[in-house]
């Protein structure tokens, strides 16, 4: 990515009680080269981050700080900060220190070229990642491989974070899950609306639940609903056309991808 490119980025961070490490996460994501704005959405915290994300706020870390007064999960927390971005593109970031925002210049590489409308960060192409549950990854597979199916995608990892998307675009699409299951309603919306999407390879520490991961079992079998929902009993999704895109009569609504970079893989819906 060109650091000249202009583009604001606009960092959805939903949190949940994650009084020990959002400092330090948040601070790695200042520390990025490019222009932000940091949106975080503490959805009812019990153990003191609301505190630290004031003080965070207070320093200038925090650009908009959005507070629920319930919980309301992960889907809702998205949905709030969404409301608030003001960048040119949008992307998700989990509040603990599984995700490195080092990789967020690399997603956002082919949004700036021109090349894609959103980019996911796939754990499980090449790049570092900590080696945690097996039954965790065969069902990450499944649910990949569903959602796959039903969006005629050929995404390798549907569930990561780091899903990071065009604000205009991103606007367009109805979103309503409150849960986990913002993943994969977010990825059969971008493949409803005819998105060029690209994946790019992350790295990934994940915790173990000692260390404070939430996401479970009940999860994953809510997901395949979610997904069955997302894409059978879904509201029309509109084809989107990037801003000052006019598609001549028989001409291709959105025009095709310049060739790749080496660092990025094309998804075509």
Not at 123 to 141: A, D, I, K, M, Q
Request: proline share 8%; glycine share 8%; net charge neutral.
């Amino acid at each position: 990515m060109t650091m000249g490119s202009g583009l604001v980025l606009s960092v959805v961070v939903p949190v949940y009680n994650e009084q020990a490490l959002v400092r330090a996460s948040l601070e790695r994501l200042r520390a990025l080269p490019i222009p932000l704005q940091v949106i975080c959405v503490d959805d009812a915290s019990t153990d003191g981050s609301r505190a630290v994300l004031e003080a965070l706020k207070g320093e200038g870390v925090i650009d908009v700080l959005v507070c629920h007064p319930q919980n309301r999960g992960k889907g809702s927390a998205v949905r709030s900060g969404i409301e608030h971005a003001t960048g040119e593109v949008v992307v998700i970031h989990d509040a603990d220190l599984e995700y490195d925002p080092v990789d967020l210049p690399h997603l956002l590489a082919p949004i700036a070229d021109g090349r894609a409308d959103a980019v996911f960060g796939s754990r499980f192409t090449g790049s570092p990642r900590r080696v945690l549950y097996f039954w965790h990854r065969v069902g990450n597979g499944l649910l990949t491989l569903l959602s796959n199916m039903m969006t005629d995608l050929n995404l390798t990892d549907m569930e990561t974070c780091y899903k990071m998307v065009r604000t205009d675009l991103l606007r367009s699409l109805p979103l309503r899950t409150k849960r986990f299951g913002i993943e994969p309603e977010l990825t059969a919306r971008l493949a409803q609306a005819r998105a060029r999407i690209y994946e790019v390879p992350i790295s990934y520490y994940g915790r173990t639940y000692d260390e404070g991961k939430k996401i479970g079992w009940r999860d994953g079998i809510a997901a395949f609903w979610h997904i069955v929902r997302a894409n059978v009993f879904a509201p029309p999704v509109p084809r989107y056309h990037p801003a000052g895109e006019v598609p001549a009569p028989g001409r291709p609504a959105v025009a095709p991808p310049r060739p790749a970079s080496p660092s990025a893989h094309a998804v075509m819906a």
